[in-house]
């Protein structure tokens, strides 16, 4: 071995974040500044740290699934939002995980929407490796997780 | 062989490269780290400090 590196994975590129959401059922909505998702917050979590409550539902970019058109409330099609971060590094990922709406969503983009940013990793790092002419193949790894082979 | 692997673990992510000599590990994947996000650690290994035989002969 000759280096090795750990990071944490910041979603910056749309379009590598698209080709992550279509392999998970997902589409991103471009410029969709609202995000469906119960509709008010009721106090009964946490919320999203540093976000006035008053501004939750609002994004830059949204995430729904294919086919569904976005609509507020219990029984609704809820989205995820992608909000730029102030310091713009990239963006973060909100979402309602309540009820069967919001369960919809962990089906799809995973429980903490873990699949959906192991996806854009994965493309973004395949985008890159392959650009400098490596072969990548993916397969997983003893403990089940996603891997990337690139050979140079 | 030059390999890069790279391993994925929700927002978690690690990269070792293999078969690269000196510095070359780090050229290799600088971009892609860049792209990727932020690094929390960064640890060479004992290939990384061997001088490479172009690099002898410079």
Known sequence: MSHI???QCTIKNLDALAAACARL????RRDQKTHAWWGRFVGDSPGIEGRDPATYGTCDHAIGEIGKISQDGYNG?????LCRRQDGSGYTLVYDNYGDAGRRLEQLAGKGLKKLIEEYGIEVA???LRKQ???VTRTTDAKGRAKLVCFG | MK???ITFDGEDVQITTEGFSGKACKAATAELERELGTVTSDRTTAEYHKVSHDEKQA
Request: aromatic share 10%; glycine share 14%; hydrophobic share 35%.
């Open chain 1, 5 to 7: 590196v750990d990071q």
């Open chain 2, 3 to 5: 390999t890069i692997i």
């Open chain 1, 77 to 81: 099609n809820w989205e995820i939002g």
């Open chain 1, 126 to 128: 395949t985008r890159r």
């Open chain 1, 25 to 28: 059922g997902l589409d991103l």
């Open chain 1, 133 to 135: 002419g490596y072969r």
